[in-house]
């Protein structure tokens, strides 16, 4: 049960770090080039969390 804890914690840590990247790597595009990918701003973290966050 430990492990699983520890495992679930590691998985989680990773995917936060993905999350904080491609936050960034968006915020940086402008917004024709977030428009091209289909995504408005304002949904930048909304969907980046559903990336790397899936229903588990």
């Known amino acids: ?3 699983d804890l520890l495992t679930g914690f590691v998985r989680d840590l990773r995917a936060s770090r993905k ?3 491609e ?3 968006l915020n940086h595009m ?3 080039q977030l428009a091209d ?3 408005h ?3 930048i ?4 969390f559903a990336r790397h966050f899936k229903q588990r």
């Open 30 to 32: 402008s917004d024709v």
């Open 19 to 21: 999350v904080a990247g």
């Open 23 to 25: 936050i960034t790597r």
């Open 1 to 3: 049960m430990a492990f």
């Open 41 to 43: 701003r304002s949904e």
């Open 37 to 39: 990918l289909g995504i």
């Open 45 to 48: 973290t909304s969907r980046a």
